[in-house]
């Protein structure tokens, strides 16, 4: 989670290049997306709360897919 908070605070200081923000929201849209058990429930709901978009929606995403292997 340390990790994560130490990214949400790089994308939250405007002094912040927009490319660095770009690949660290592409990184985490790729982690979720690709690997996203690597990632605790608790993690993937906090990501599923951010404001830029692509990061919800994938982290929504991986909710369901969790949802959905723990339903069968």
């Given at each position: 989670?340390?990790?994560?908070?130490?990214?949400?605070?790089?994308?939250?200081?405007?002094?912040?290049?927009?490319?660095?923000?770009?690949?660290?929201?592409?990184?985490?849209?790729?982690?979720?997306?690709?690997?996203?058990?690597?990632?605790?429930?608790?993690?993937?709901?906090?990501l599923?709360?951010?404001?830029?978009?692509?990061?919800?929606?994938?982290?929504?995403?991986?909710?369901h897919?969790?949802?959905?292997?723990?339903?069968?």
């Open positions: 989670m340390a990790t994560l908070e130490a990214f949400r605070a790089v994308l939250d200081d405007k002094g912040t290049p927009e490319i660095i923000r770009n690949h660290i929201i592409d990184s985490l849209q790729y982690a979720l997306r690709n690997h996203g058990q690597i990632f605790t429930a608790k993690e993937v709901e906090w599923a709360g951010w404001d830029d978009a692509r990061i919800p929606l994938a982290a929504t995403r991986e909710l897919k969790r949802v959905a292997e723990t339903s069968r």
